[in-house]
């Protein structure tokens, strides 16, 4: 067995000469809630996009269950197990809410090609089956009875809600979530935090976050992360993180009341 889920050593990126993220580390156990922080352009969403393949790393090395994963495709890279949502909402524009979720449950179905162009009663028994999963996954997240509904036509805290349903349904065990509660105020904040919660539990998942709302972070991960210019300039529990000098100075500042509630 392994005894870390995710080793990341080294991981840089440049672009034109600029490091975006520069001898990133980390060792992730499974079951683990790790929170990245940092101001806007201190690399988080770089550290995403290179986890998830939708970048390539200029240099260092990325291993998923003992796998080397630098250099694979973002697909590849989804069926070993890692999801992820995005900052700016990307749900499938045209499909509905149920095909959002039947779409990325496609993605571990085995149904052969020809099945699939001949429509073979495998195919078919098939598609229900996907539906069916993805209703119920819809009905978790209070979403089944807008499931026939344009997905980009539902609320914005909606929309939130079935990109974590999405990514779900490509039956992680690393989720990651970037920017969560972007948009979202303080009541619509403390449910995303709420989901979070059960959806590690329920699902048995490790999850790293990036956000900048720090009375969630606070409260809802067990170690931080703090990046700056692309490095690492703090690593610890919340605790040890708000207290540290470097912190305060570059993002922090004083951490709202509200975050030991």
Known sequence: MQQFLLEIDGLTKTFKGLHAVEGYRL???????????????????????LLTGHLRPTGGTIRFRGQDI????????????????FQNIRLFPGMTV?????????????????????????????????????????GLFGLEERASEPATS?????????EI??????????????EP???????????????????????????ILVEHNMPLVMRLCERLQVL????????????QVRADPRVVESYLGQVSEDAEA
């Open 98 to 138: 149920l095909e959002n979720v039947v779409c990325a449950r496609q993605l571990h179905d085995r149904s052969s090609l020809a099945a699939t162009l001949l429509s073979w009663p495998s195919f078919g028994r098939t598609e229900q089956h996907l539906v069916k999963l993805a209703r119920e996954e819809l």
């Open 27 to 49: 060792r992730l156990r499974a079951g683990e809630i790790l929170g990245i922080i940092g101001p806007n352009g201190a690399g988080k969403s770089t550290v995403f996009n």
């Open 154 to 162: 539902l609320p914005y805290g909606d929309q939130r809600r079935l």
């Open 228 to 239: 700056n210019y692309g490095q690492i300039i703090a690593e610890g529990t919340p605790e």
């Open 70 to 85: 630098t250099r694979q495709p973002p697909e590849r890279i989804a069926r070993l197990g890692i999801g992820r949502t």
């Open 181 to 207: 509660t972007a948009g979202m105020n303080s009541q619509e904040s403390l449910r995303v935090l709420e989901l979070i919660r059960r959806i590690r539990e329920q699902y048995r998942l490790t999850i």
């Open 165 to 178: 349903v999405r990514a779900l349904a490509l039956k992680p065990a690393l989720l990651l979530l970037d």
